[in-house]
């Protein structure tokens, strides 16, 4: 049997899974805030993928992969601190700060990435906008992937994505960033 072959689950696993290894540890980066809980994140993701290949039906395979990450990471901050669960999407994609520790992998990343005026709209959104934010126009997920991810329906993410945007553009216009539109 070759690689390539369609009967080899291993084969078809690779096939599947490896290309959605970036985004799966994008998400995984966003949602632990850690480079080292993010790997193992990943890798308790793909040990639980591997392990239910067989009932995967072949389609979708990022969404799936997303599901079981964000399970996986549930199930991990349930097992950690299950007080942490009170709020689930804002202790999963807090703000900066928010737990008393320094930027996440996530902040960093935009601290270095972006203009001050644009990471200053982004930090005055709440946890939410910035979680659709993050996810679809910095990680690139699809609005259901990211839907799936944050368990909101679909509209959820693109109202709260919307309502960001347009958030972000009225901070750079206040800054004198951008030239307002209308």
Do not use: C
């Amino acid at each position: 049997m070759t690689a390539g072959d369609r009967s080899d689950p291993d084969a078809r696993f690779r096939d599947q899974v490896l290309p959605e290894l970036d985004v799966l540890l994008r998400v995984a980066r966003r949602l632990t805030r850690d480079p080292v809980d993010a790997e193992d994140l990943v890798q308790d993701t793909l040990v639980r993928a591997y392990r239910g290949f067989d009932r995967f039906d072949g389609r979708y395979p990022r969404a799936w992969l997303l599901t079981i990450l964000r399970n996986t990471h549930i199930n991990l901050l349930r097992k950690r601190r299950p007080d942490l669960l009170e709020d689930e999407v804002a202790q999963r994609l807090p703000a900066p700060g928010q737990d008393g520790r320094t930027d996440g992998v996530a902040e960093r990343a935009l601290a270095e990435q972006f203009d001050p005026a644009v990471r200053e709209s982004l930090a005055a959104l709440s946890a939410n906008h910035r979680a659709v934010i993050a996810l679809v126009d910095l990680d690139g997920l699809t609005y259901q992937e990211a839907a799936d991810l944050l368990g909101v329906p679909v509209g959820t993410v693109m109202s709260r994505l919307h309502r960001a945007r347009r958030k972000v553009r009225a901070g750079l216009e206040a800054n004198g960033i951008t030239e307002v539109h209308r």
